[in-house]
Every structure is written in C-alpha cells, then in structure tokens.
C-alpha cells in the first residue's frame, strides 16, 4: 500500500484568477523565456518558483511572491483535509490524477520506483527553497497501471461540477474536483493506495528534495496507516504526489545536442562514427526518426541517419535508443571538442523541434522515444533509464494548489 495523505492546510487557485496565476510547464521555457513571462504577467506563479540559480539569493524574493500571491485573493484556502482530482488537457490529451500527499519513504523503499538518477546540486537547491519558502505547489507525477476500482471512485468523485475549470488557451484546460468528504475521501486513498507499478514520471529531483530535507531517517520501519488517523503527519515529510494512469501519458522523446565542438564538420562527424562501426546515410533534410533503432543526426546543417539496430543490447534499458545513444555516439562525438573545453551535452525536449538540435558548433541527435512499457520494465527490474529519456505530456503546472511544508 502507498501511504497517502490528504492535503491539510491547502488552498486552491481562484477561479477568476486562475488563467494568470497557473504557470506554464517549467521546463517549456528556458532561464530567458521564464524571466519574460514573469514580466508580462506578475500574478505567475512561475515567480514564486525556484529559478535554478545557484545559491539562495533568490529565494526570499520567492517566499514573498508566494505571499502576494495568498494575501492578494488569488488562492482561496480548502476548508478541510481534502483529496483533488486534477484533469489538464494539453495538445488534445487529457489525464486525470489524483492528487494527494505520500509520505518520502515511499519513494525510498521501492513502493515508487524512480526512472532517472538525480543531480546532487539541483537537489540541494530544492531543498533550500522548501526549507525557505515552505510550500509546494508542482506534484510530483506517479504513473502507474490502471486500476478498476480506482477509476469507478474517481468517476463517481467527478460527478458534480468541478471546483475550477480554466481555459489556460492554446486548447489547454485544467479542472479540478474537490475530494473533501470523509467517506468518499478515504475510499479514493484506499484505491489509488492499492496502485501497481507505481513510477516517477516527472519531479525525481522534488522528492528527492524532501528525502535530503527530512534526514537520514527518512526510512524507517514503522509504516503509518496513511489517512486514518485525525492528526496529519508532518508535513515536511511529504511529497505532493499526482498519480496518473501510464495509458492516460503521451510519450515524447528527449533528444540530444553536443555543444561546444566548434566549427566541426559533417565529414569529421562521419570519420568519428565510422571508428565506432556507424555508417552516417545523407537525408534529404530535418527529420525525426519513424521508429526505434535509428537515429537522425544533424551537423552544419546537414541530416543524417544511424542504423543502430546492431548496437541494441540484450537487457530492457540496453534496447532503448538513448542508451545506445550515451555509449556509441555520444560520447564519440564529445571527443571533437575544440580547445581545452569539455564538449557539453544538452537534452532537448521532443515538443521544442528539430530546429533545437541545430546550432553553430553543435551536433544535433534525435532520438525515438521509448514506451511506457518499456519503462515500467525498467524500473521493475530496479534498474533506471539515461538522464532525460523521456518527455510525458501532459506536463503537471504549477500554481493550481499550495499547500504548507
């Protein structure tokens, strides 16, 4: 069983401020991008995010953005523990997840399985903010296999009209039901508590802040019984989850880009590939590629296509692209850095394009995306995926709810 929580303390988006304050997906803009819907639009709550810069100078600006945005009106507080269901729709996909509060132990003892390793400093980062500004507001996205009795509360949850719903524009559209009462409540948490396969799809470095906040003791024996007591856990021990259906996702691709090569060339790229046993065949222009086992490689604007159905392992994570990818053409690419410099490389989100993957002194590689079977796979067998393998959409946005850590 997972042990969940109902949100205590939480408040939700205000209706008639919701289309401003709900921020975009985090990771769709970059530093620049962030910084310039902040300043068309103060009531983001992109503002009260942490930015990534290093340090923590920026998080008091944070903590009272948070605060602007609770004493000006624009969140209206819940009036009791409550589970939310939250349908977003994004480029004509819809999910529906439920959202609750986890204790961190279940993403450090097995029950929620991560797909990716974490970086130690953006980790560090977290958790300052959580620390500093004491609120989360981006739910961690746990997908998991569809289950019967789950799906047949959820729909009976949503039979009202919901508590918000937001046309965010573009076709996007959140809507959001509150789970407030007792009975209904705890039979939502005693399904989705009875999930299989339950895996991070997106936020492993958010609950990984909470684990380095809570301590070396974040694992211990004892398992509480999740929502029946009175009195919540304490809330800096928990993770603000949204458990999604595997089947609901969308699954992109992210690609790669080799930066730092300088005024490399097609030929030298071809001459580096043939060492490994890759033969690069001349597109006639950008594409992506169909299917796994091949990749299109981009350099001087030039396309390219890899046959590496040979390279593919036996192993589940040895199949996938991105794999091969890290071992047999990445990192001979990285070896064409000009001067002293490391070449450095850059994930690039599947929605961004091919455009993305072409830049002056980069290669550009695109890569098909694995399945969700193949990840569950993964991740069952306790193994994980390559750094940035996968882009699941829709992408959860933060700004919906808030509640206290």
Known sequence: ??????????????????????????????????????????????AALPTGTEGGADLATQRRALHRLHDSGRFRSLPGPAVLLLELTEAATTVTAVVVD??????????IRPHEHVRPDRV????????????????????????????????????????????????????????????????????????????????HHRAAAVARRVGPDAVHAAHRPGMAGPAPLEQHRLVLTALVAADELDIAPFHRRVDGLGP?????????????????RPLPGPSLPTGPGTLHLVVADRWFALDIHHLRGGAARDQLDAAVAE?????????????????QLVPVPGPAGVGAL?????????????TLEQVLTITGAGEVLPHKSTYLRPKLRSGILTVPR
């Open 1 to 46: 069983m997972l042990p969940l929580h109902p949100l205590v303390d939480a408040r939700l988006v205000a209706a008639e401020h919701a289309a401003r304050v709900i921020a975009p997906a985090y990771d769709a803009l970059d530093a620049d991008g962030r910084r310039a819907h902040i300043a068309a639009n103060p009531d983001s709550f992109l």
């Open 102 to 111: 986890i204790e961190v132990e279940a993403f450090l003892d097995g029950r």
């Open 124 to 203: 560090a980062d977290l958790a300052s903010y959580l620390t500093e500004v004491r609120a989360a507001s981006s739910p961690v996205c746990v997908l998991h296999r569809r289950h019967h009795d789950l799906d047949e509360v959820v729909a009976k949850a949503r039979a009202g009209p919901p508590d918000l719903d937001t046309d965010l524009g573009a076709g996007d559209r959140v809507r959001v039901w509150t789970v407030a009462d007792p009975t209904l409540r705890r039979r939502v948490a005693r399904a989705a508590g009875q999930v299989q396969d339950a895996t991070v799809a997106d936020g």
């Open 264 to 280: 490399v060339t097609a030929a030298e790229v071809q001459a580096v590939l043939r060492e490994v046993g890759l033969d690069a």
């Open 327 to 343: 071992r047999s053409v990445l990192a001979p690419l990285a070896t064409l850095a000009a001067g002293p410099e490391a070449a």
């Open 358 to 370: 072409q830049r002056p002194g980069s290669v550009g590689v695109a890569l098909a995306p694995p």
